[in-house]
């Protein structure tokens, strides 16, 4: 099953701040991991970000939220910062 992914024009910014080998490593990941299964190869969050997932890439992470076959990325950042941007990009919203 082949599922849709849209990237938030704050994500977008995240990738395009990358190094350009790390972002197509990235980006890599975004097409074979989360638009094939990214329940597979996802982890759920907790706490603040209940309801959302993470995908890891090196020491960066993917946060994304999944609803049916939809897959919307909110931040790409490094591990030690991904979390509270996160949380930040997604005060309000309720899954």
Do not use: C
């Amino acid at each position: 099953m082949a599922f849709a992914v849209e990237v938030r024009d704050q994500a977008l910014d995240d990738l395009n701040d990358l190094p350009a080998n790390i972002r197509l490593r990235v980006i890599g990941a975004i097409e074979l991991r989360l638009g094939t299964a990214p329940a597979r190869y996802g982890s759920r969050l907790r706490k603040s970000l209940r309801g959302y997932w993470k995908l890891r890439v090196g020491d960066l992470r993917i946060v994304f939220e999944l609803a049916g076959e939809r897959v919307t990325i909110w931040a790409v950042r490094n591990r030690n910062d991904v979390y509270p941007e996160a949380v930040r990009r997604t005060r309000g919203r309720r899954i």
